[in-house]
């Protein structure tokens, strides 16, 4: 635009020019003036412009592609033939801007993200462009680092490969397109860096100038892990150990690497004699830690120990690790756990002495009153768990005292220790057995202690646990909860809690309790008993079916029962499989390491094949095992015909992964796994939650710590707290371990603080809550949709559904609820998509009260109804009203429901009533734990009566007494209690509960078998007599057979007998030839060395039930010749019999030919031959032939005589 405005006169022959830049092409112009175009160059012929007039025109041009970038300034200038005052104005410039492409290149984290040697990973490779302009010619460059290798790709563009650099041609890219993202699948190099990082570089270029190249690089980077490695150790590395002690050595083996492996375990440099090693072969997932155990034990009294050598080998690759080991033997027995202490201060004066030794030895101890010169040695039973009574012993003396203990390779003695014996406080009994508990959590016993003293004292009982496998503690009044003070001559029962849920089957262990009176002085009076605790296991009957096979995903369910067979509840059932041949792992879902089952009950649980993309088929044993014993289910697992394995994939699920287990709180470290699919990744998660449910299993647990940890990583906790309800932790992904292939497990381990191990609570219910952005797995499918439908139908994934509704069925909105007692809990959950799935329902409460996990058919870890119908109980402890919230969420929304209910405290009135017999118990009225409120003799009872107040506080209360049963025999069966009514008064009303009347049974000492047999004369007949010592000392019984004429018996006979063990004794009864058919009725009496006898009746039939002849009743035979007898057998029973026919030595050295037996109908007659070739010494060979039937009733057996004369080869 040309425009004068200073000028005065008209302006001629005005011309415009405008050169425009190289990078603009012309392309148009708009104007009224002739126009000219030579190159660059653009000229408009205006001519003639008045004053103050203006001119203007105008150009179109298109930036060239190879423009630079920035600023083009394109200057016109106007001339005239007419004279100008300023020339200065004539030229002006307009500047442009040139703005081109911008390619973003875009690669992200490699699946999986950690690489292994030999096995291929795949990247995400993407291009966009960003810029206001096309660009052309774009190529895409990536650039593998030097140990990854290409090998496929699913870009739609060409590929041309040059070494390291792929190069794809993708053309013009208009300004906003992007490309659909496509894969690159590299192969690990053997020559990978273990444990560094390689990164993938990925550069986008173009013909196009670009105003932002930083963006054209991306770069993913991948660490290198191996596929297989492990480390090992021994736990311990050097074990010290008395000849023939058990001792124990522990092969640790963590699989760090990848991929799961086998390792084989081999021990050198040990006489093999010396130890058993289990399993020689562990199965790990990757970064699971695994044991085999070295059980020692030496018997040789000159074996010297020394160094010994561990191999670990791994299977897959063959590496190895060589673990140094020493055993250091000694030939005397250790003693430990020597009670009582030095200076013990003994309330009673019957004292146990009592400690262990590692080995069986004898049990010695010798005792002098301080200031005498000899020693009395008292005696016990060999063992290792040693205990001796000695008592009386005189009040208020001083005793000097020491252990001796002698194995078969040698002696060890204590120091002298002293012990003085006072008045005080003492345990009723010197022991206490308790040797039929179950194996499981929290069994009350009672012990029983007394104030003898005529001052009142403080109490505080304490018991010694050497062993790990069994949790016992005291709890309430005379625990470390309540001390309590005992009055003159008051007796008070205390109760023991004891946790058998670990312990060994039929094992008796020995523990010694400890009484402690006024701790708080200076020198405390002590007391202390032995009591020995058995989990009795009698039978255990476990059960595995498979109850489910879909063909298509490969999921089994399957069901194990603990049957009405077993006499124990399984609380440490785990369920383990091995790949017998193939490659590929399992899912069990839930997790089973440490689960509980009750008689009679079962519970489901799925089998989930993890495959890789190489998986062919594989062979698997499952294993489901508890309180020793085991059962198996062997199956295959392969794609169906047609399918193939495919990577599925679905995106925003939350994955829910349960550990099944239960464990007691008590324990001071607990660590349970849980294992995750081998799809899950770390780089694919927005979030993770800890949930761990824990149930107050007694009311009067006392607060305590606990700390929980995710892989060794400390995630939260709870601080001096009752704990009852759920408890969330969030947790860094990072934490979480990841797997190549195969299960990853998690180890989720809870460390507690308590002041006493009898209380404890239990962990129900363990689970990881993780929101992944997406989720891949490896399936047989018969096409990706198939792949992505199996693993979108996955039972442990949530998919995101948009809507959520929870409706809170129980209770109802405004229930009263009686705090202290369990509630149902009911809900319901559906959601928008329909899809049937099993949510993870939170139940809280408000005003303190705990809350608590809902299940899918309102029991723990039984299966799943499927039926959106959830529920559970709930004990809120806390009165007042309360708010009830139960909420099922995803990753992206919750649905929530809550009701409000009043909890109330209520006080209940209990009158007791208890009658007993009169004739026969005697009640100790020292011995009640709560005095009776009244007592009323009548002419066939006793009746004792109680009233008392139960609370919230004090919501049990155990009344219990001794009584006396005079002259009670083996066997005998008397009644102790004639019956009980227990009435009670509370909110919600009356009520009355009435017990039966009470018998006991005396355990009988002997039993015979079978009660009757029958024989004939001249027979001979068996039993068994079965005794039974059920006492805690070996003892020798004495047995005898009375009633049956004399010569019939044995004569008495003394059988030792150990501790709680049972002896059979097989008995012959030879009934004379004469011997009158009849009845004889006869006992097996045994009598112990304590004086207690016992018997058990049996009969004797004695009946002609066969006869036997052998004629002729003498023979002569010379040398070599044959002498013939006929045998004739009757059957003088009513049935068919086939007898045994045998020959005593009286021909020993002929050769005799005789049937070995002979079938004689009932009622009949059969005859044979005997036929004896005479080659024995001249002289006369009496014999016998005897046809002999047995049957478990019956024993018929004769014998006949008869006589061979050899003659001949005498000297003449």
Request: negative net charge; contains cysteine.
């Amino acid at each position: 635009r040309l425009r004068v405005n200073d000028g005065a006169v008209a302006a001629a022959g005005v011309v415009l020019t405008d050169t425009l830049p190289a990078s603009l092409v012309f392309a148009s112009q708009q104007s009224t003036y002739p126009f000219t175009r030579d190159g660059q160059q653009l000229t408009w012929q205006v001519g003639g412009l008045a004053a103050g007039g203006e001119a203007s025109v105008q150009i179109v041009v298109q930036v060239a592609a190879s423009a630079p970038l920035g600023d083009l300034v394109n200057r016109a200038g106007a001339a005239t033939a007419t004279y100008e005052e300023d020339l200065a104005d004539n030229v002006g410039a307009a500047t442009t801007r040139v703005i081109g492409a911008d390619l973003r290149a875009q690669t992200s984290p490699p699946s999986p993200a950690v690489g292994v040697a030999g096995h291929a990973v795949t990247f995400t490779v993407g291009l966009s462009n960003q810029g206001l302009a096309a660009a052309y010619d774009v190529v895409l460059i990536d650039t593998l680092p030097a140990h990854l290798h290409y090998v496929t790709h699913t870009a739609p563009y060409p590929l041309t490969q040059d070494g390291q650099d792929l190069v794809w041609y993708v053309g013009d890219l208009d300004a906003g397109e992007q490309i659909p993202s496509y894969e690159l699948v590299v192969l690990v190099g053997d020559g990978a860096p273990l444990e560094g990082s390689v990164e993938n570089r990925v550069e986008a270029d173009s013909a196009t100038a670009e105003e932002n190249p930083a963006d054209n690089v991306a770069m993913a980077s991948i660490t290198i892990k191996p596929g297989y490695r492990f480390d090992s150790w021994l736990q311990p590395a050097t074990t010290a150990t008395s000849i023939g002690a058990p001792a124990t050595v522990r092969v640790k083996v963590r699989n760090t690497g990848t991929f799961a492996d086998g390792f084989g375990v081999a021990v050198s440099g040990l006489d093999p004699t010396w130890y058993t090693l289990e399993p020689a072969v562990l199965q790990l997932p990757s970064g699971a830690v695994g044991e085999a155990t070295i059980a020692l034990l030496v018997g040789d009294c000159a074996a010297l120990g020394g160094p010994f050598e561990v191999r670990v080998t791994g299977a897959a690759e063959g590496s190895e690790e060589l673990l140094s080991g020493q055993l250091d033997l000694r030939r005397d027995p250790s003693i430990a756990n020597l009670a009582p202490a030095n200076g013990a201060m003994m309330g009673s004066n019957d004292v146990v002495f009592a400690w262990t030794t590692n080995v069986t030895a004898t049990t010695s101890v010798f005792l002098r009153q301080s200031g005498a010169t000899a020693y009395t040695e008292y005696t016990g039973a060999d063992g290792t768990g040693h205990s001796v009574l000695v008592g009386p012993l005189q009040r208020n003396i001083t005793y000097e005292w020491y252990a001796h203990s002698e194995s078969v390779c040698g002696i060890e003695e204590s120091s002298v220790r002293t012990v003085t014996i006072e008045n005080g406080l003492v345990f009723t009994q010197r022991s206490y057995d308790f040797l039929f508990l179950d194996r499981d959590y929290d069994q009350r016993v009672n012990l029983r202690v007394r104030n003898t003293d005529s001052d009142p004292h403080t109490l505080l009982l304490t018991i010694e646990v050497p062993t790990a496998d069994l949790i016992v503690g005291f709890i309430g009044s005379g625990s470390s909860d309540e001390e309590i003070t005992l009055q003159p001559g008051e007796t008070r029962d205390v109760t023991l809690a004891i946790h058998a849920q670990d312990a060994e089957p039929n094992v008796i262990y020995d523990l010694v309790a400890h009484l402690i009176a006024d701790d708080d002085t200076a020198e405390p009076i002590i007391d202390q008993a032995t009591v020995h605790i058995r989990a009795f296991v009698e039978e255990v009957e476990i059960q595995l079916e498979q109850i489910d096979h879909d063909p298509e995903t490969l999921v089994r369910t399957f069901r194990v029962v603990n049957t009405e067979l077993s006499n124990i509840p399984l609380t440490d059932l785990a369920v383990s499989y091995e790949v017998l041949s193939g490659q590929g792992a399992l899912l069990i879902a839930p997790t089973l390491n440490h689960a509980r089952l009750g008689i009679g009950e079962s519970r489901l649980f799925s089998v989930i094949p993890v495959l890789d993309e190489g998986f062919d088929s594989m062979q698997v044993r499952l294993t489901v095992s508890a309180a020793g014993e085991e059962v198996s289910a062997t199956f295959d697992v392969a794609c169906e015909d047609g399918c193939s394995v495919r990577e599925g994939r679905v995106e925003n699920v939350m994955m829910e992964a349960r550990s099944g287990d239960w464990y007691c709180t008590n324990r001071p470290k607990i660590t349970t796994y849980i294992d995750l699919p081998g799809g899950f990744r770390r780089a694919s998660v927005a979030s993770v939650e800890l949930r761990v449910t824990i149930k107050s299993m007694w009311a009067s647990v006392r607060p305590h710590n606990a700390v929980f940890y995710v892989n060794g990583h400390r995630v939260g906790g709870y601080y001096n707290v009752i704990p009852n309800g759920v408890y969330i932790f969030h947790v860094d992904p990072a934490y979480l371990n990841e797997t190549a292939a195969g299960v990853s497990r998690n180890a989720i381990s809870i460390y507690t603080s308590h002041m006493n191990g009898g209380h404890y609570v239990v962990s129900t219910d363990i689970a990881l809550s993780i929101c992944l952005t997406e989720y891949t797995e490896w399936v047989c499918a018969v096409d990706q949709a198939e792949a992505d439908e199996i693993v979108y139908n996955r039972d442990y994934l949530i998919p995101g559904a948009d809507a959520i509704t929870t409706r809170i069925l129980q209770p109802r909105e405004g229930d009263r609820i009686l705090a202290g007692s369990e509630v149902q809990v009911s809900a319901t959950v559906t959601d928008s998509l329909s899809s049937g799935r099993i949510y993870a329902l939170i139940g809280s409460a408000d005003n303190g009260n705990s809350g608590l996990m809902l299940y899918d058919d309102g029991r723990h870890g039984d299966g799943s109804a499927g039926d959106g119908l959830y529920g559970s109980t709930w004990v809120p402890l806390n009165s007042g009203p309360t708010t009830l919230t139960v909420e099922a969420g995803n990753c992206r929304i919750v649905g929530a429901d809550s009701v409000t209910v009043l909890v109330h405290a209520a006080e209940t009135r209990v009158d007791l009533s208890h009658s007993v017999p009169t004739s026969g118990v005697a009640a100790v009225e020292s011995t009640f734990s709560h005095a009776p409120v009244a007592t009323t003799v009548g002419a066939e009872d006793v009746i004792f009566e109680w009233t008392y107040e139960l609370s919230a506080t004090e919501r049990t209360r155990v009344t219990s007494f001794d009584v006396e049963l005079a002259n009670m025999q083996p066997g005998e069966t008397r009644r102790v209690a004639s019956g009980t009514v227990i009435s009670y008064t509370t909110v919600g009303g009356q009520g009355s509960i009435t017990l039966p009347p009470l018998y006991v049974t005396a355990a009988h000492l002997i039993a015979i078998d079978p009660p009757s047999r029958t024989a004939n004369p001249g027979g001979e007949v068996w039993y068994e007599v079965t005794l039974y010592n059920p006492g805690l000392t070996a003892d020798t019984y004495a047995l005898t057979l009375v009633g049956l004429p004399s010569g019939w018996v044995m004569d008495p006979i003394a059988i030792p007998i150990n501790t709680n063990a049972e002896v059979v004794v097989p008995v012959t009864v030879t009934v004379s030839a004469d011997a009158a058919p009849g009845a004889y009725d006869f006992a097996a009496v045994v009598e112990n060395s304590a004086g207690g006898r016992d018997a058990a009746q049996a009969r004797l039939e004695v009946a002609d039930l066969l006869e036997i002849a052998v004629e002729p009743p003498q023979q002569t035979a010379d040398s070599g010749e044959t002498a013939s007898y006929v045998v004739t057998v009757t059957n003088l029973e009513s049935v068919d019999r086939t007898y045994d026919l045998t020959i005593d030595d009286g021909l020993a050295g002929n050769d005799v030919d005789l049937p070995s037996t002979l079938v004689v109908a009932a009622s009949s007659s059969v005859t044979t031959t005997l036929q004896v070739r005479a080659l024995a010494e001249t002289g006369l060979h009496p014999f016998r032939v005897t046809a002999t039937c047995e049957t478990p009733e019956k024993v018929a057996r004769a014998s006949a005589e008869s006589e061979l004369t050899r003659v001949g080869d005498e000297l003449g």
